[in-house]
Structure formats: C-alpha cells, structure tokens
C-alpha cells in the first residue's frame, strides 16, 4: 500500500529527497561525475534515517519473459527511484530513461536529478498496474 498525502504519493519522502538534492548541489556545484552526487546523496539520506540502494538490479520482461536487466542509479526506502544526471545539458531521453524504469518495476515515483550549471529535478509519476 501506497502512502498518500495531500493527493501526492511519498509526498514528504520525495520533499526530504529533494531537499537533499539542493544540500549537495549548494555544496558541491557543477562539474563532478554523476558518482560523486550519488555519494554524497546517498550519505546525505543515510544520515536521516532513509535506506538507500545505489546501482540496484531491475529486471525487464517481455510478454512475461526475462529479457535484459537495467540498473537503477538509486534506490531511497524501496519506494522513490532516482536518476542523476551531471552533464552540461540534460539528456532528452533522461525523463524517458526514469519512465522506463518505473515501467519495469513495480515502482511509482521518479526524481531525475540534473546537477548541471543550474540544479534541476523532475517528479514522475506512472500508475503502474503490472
């Protein structure tokens, strides 16, 4: 069961999660790999009590069939799945690479994270019925 407040889902996680994101970029800046945020994210969380799993394994069926495996940049209390991104410009394909994700799970919520020249993040939702 999913928690809900204020008509948004993991609505004070994502708050927390964010917050962290700014934490991290107010200190860090740009220029770091995507290694580097996650880290810091990572300890950032941690330390208030969140669990998070960095590289996590998913698995993509195909008409009910095992057919390849993705790795998910982050994992935050089994619940949010975050994609970091460091580059100068954000990918296009970066908000369709967390879709995907969320597709291929039984996951809802997506962050992408931008720690590009200007800090940035999106919040995806999919209503996953799998």
């Not at 460091?86 to 809802?108: C, D, G, I, M, V």
Request: with cysteine; hydrophobic share 40%; proline share 3%.
């Amino acid at each position: 069961m999913t928690k809900r407040v204020d008509g948004f889902l993991h609505e004070e996680l994502t708050h927390d999660i964010i917050g962290a994101f700014y934490e991290v970029y107010n200190e860090l800046g740009y220029g770091f790999l995507e290694s580097v945020y996650a880290a810091a994210l990572a300890d950032i969380l941690g330390s208030r009590g969140h669990t998070v799993s960095r590289e996590v394994a998913i698995c993509v069926h195909f008409r009910g069939r095992e057919i390849a495996w993705q790795r998910l940049d982050m994992l935050v209390d089994k619940a949010v799945v975050l994609e970091i991104k460091s580059t100068h410009e954000l990918p296009k394909t970066a908000p369709r690479q967390l879709f995907n994700y969320l597709k291929a799970t039984r996951l809802e919520v997506g962050l992408l994270f931008h720690f590009g020249p200007e800090p940035k993040f999106f919040r995806l939702v999919s209503s996953n019925k799998r």
